[in-house]
């Protein structure tokens, strides 16, 4: 070694190297390094030991190729609105901030289908569709973007028409973890060539390889929308309407369960004046005769399983406001205590099992000694929990993991999932080999195949994930 040059770390070296080309765009101070070791829930922050601002897929190429070099660590970041430690930098490292790659690349509406880069937000892109008679449906809520709800196979509130990411995404452009630069598929709707390579990274929450651009199925904006909210006396009956409405065929768009303790706090933090009783909100998209009909068949479906009432609500700004307050619900539920951290956790079951979790979970809520809030995307099974927890108290910490430890095995036992939409980051890791058993082993070989460094977004998804 030239002995007029000092000896540089492999961190030092790599935030040296990258600094040559990014300038100012890598960032190593404290306030930066603090809000990205961290999303929207309880869990601690971990924060990386720089932060690097990418302006495009040939920049997140190169600071992978620089981090791969030296094995340092990367962590993937978006909006930052994620819920189960997915941005915690567990091995400090890297953060790669995609949120300033937000270029629209191409929409195509003879085709229904658009491209954006992973920084986009699903607001940005219906703004720039409305022109069109086009959107994308896929609402999680949140400043959300598209690249970070591919990486963690997002839903939403229009899930149960929609579809989740899953289902809309056609292609993605990935970084791998050695810097190269792939095209998972071509936009054709279907196709038999080779492995589904983009389903592989929907979902793989940045371990795999990093998102830097996307692909993705439009729909036409309907013709008729219209809104109903419905409150019953129990949350069984109004789980038990959805499961009959969903059985019987009804293309409802949205519907949406808030127990009555969500209510509750909706109203304190959305100034409304709601029934505080568990309620159903729905949505119903199409031809007025349609929207119609739909209207009709679940308010009498309702009515006969015990419904209070079913107040229909088609004026737009009441629509609006139902569903802005419904985004707002984490925030409302922080509200009601304002020191308190939202633990966040959900889980997804079979139709026919949901009447059945939520029954035996609501029993734990209502034993708890903290306020927790229950809602749900119940048209596809999937429902969240809000606890309200001190973060500096180990009792409620502790009551919590055991409340969330019981809603994931009761909800594995039914068949279902840990996590519905979630995804699995580090806060629900534990659970993958009771819910995938051996499976997870030939997960690991992917891991290892594609990572082998096990630099991508390490101590997430995977047992063991770091090889």
């Known amino acids: 070694m030239n002995a007029q040059q000092p000896f540089l770390s492999p961190l030092s070296a790599v935030i040296e190297e990258i600094q040559a080309f990014l300038g100012e765009r890598i960032v190593t101070s404290l306030a930066e390094r603090e809000q990205h070791g961290h999303g929207e829930s309880y869990h601690a922050t971990r924060m990386p030991d720089a932060v690097c601002y990418a302006h495009s897929t040939e920049e997140v190429s190169r600071i992978v190729k620089v981090c791969a070099h030296y094995g340092v660590p990367i962590v993937p970041f978006g909006g930052g609105t994620s819920l189960e430690g997915h941005v915690c930098a567990l091995k400090g490292g890297i953060c790669i901030d995609l949120s300033r790659m937000q270029r ?42 598209l690249g970070g709800m591919a990486a963690t196979r997002a839903s939403g509130t229009n899930a149960v028409r929609y579809g989740t990411m899953r289902e809309n995404v056609l292609s993605l452009t990935v970084v791998l973890a050695d810097g190269q630069i ?91 004046t709601l029934d505080e009783r568990p309620t159903l909100f729905f949505e119903f998209h199409g031809s007025p005769a349609g929207v119609a009909e739909q209207v009709e068949l679940t308010q009498s479906i309702t009515e006969g399983n015990g419904a209070l009432n079913f107040v229909a609500a088609a004026d737009a700004d009441a629509r609006n406001a139902l569903w802005k307050a419904r985004h707002n619900v984490h925030y409302a539920m922080q509200a009601m205590r304002p020191n308190g951290r939202v633990w966040s956790t959900d889980v997804c079951v079979p139709i026919s099992q949901l009447t059945p979790c939520i029954t035996e979970t609501e029993k734990d809520v209502l034993a708890a000694s903290f306020f927790i809030a229950m809602v749900g995307h119940v048209g596809d099974g999937n429902f969240h929990l809000g606890l309200v927890v001190d973060p500096s108290s180990e009792a409620e910490l502790a009551e919590a993991e055991a409340l969330n430890e019981r809603l994931v095995r009761r909800a594995i036992a039914l068949d279902g999932t840990a996590t519905g939409e979630h995804g699995v980051g580090a806060g629900k890791i534990k659970f993958m080999t009771l819910e995938h058993g051996a499976a997870v082993n030939t997960m690991r070989t992917l891991k290892m195949a594609l990572d082998p460094q096990g630099i991508l977004n390490p101590g997430k998804v995977l047992p063991d994930a770091d090889v």
């Open 104 to 145: 629209i690349l191409a929409v195509r509406p003879g085709d229904l289908d658009a491209t954006v880069e992973a920084g986009v937000t699903r607001q940005q892109l219906n703004t720039e569709l409305r022109a069109t008679g086009l959107f994308f449906p896929i609402d999680p809520g949140g400043e959300s973007t």
């Open 182 to 272: 792939i095209k998972t598929a071509n936009r054709a709707r279907k196709s038999s060539a080779g492995y589904d390579l983009t389903r592989l990274f929907v979902g793989s929450e940045g371990t795999l390889g990093i998102i830097t651009e996307v692909t993705l199925r439009l729909y036409g904006i309907p013709e008729t929308t219209s809104a109903a909210v419905c409150t019953f006396p129990d949350v069984e009956s109004a789980v038990t309407s959805v499961v009959t409405i969903i059985q019987y065929g009804i293309p409802v768009a949205r519907v949406e369960l808030l127990d009555a303790r969500t209510i509750m706090a909706v109203n304190r933090y959305s100034k409304m």
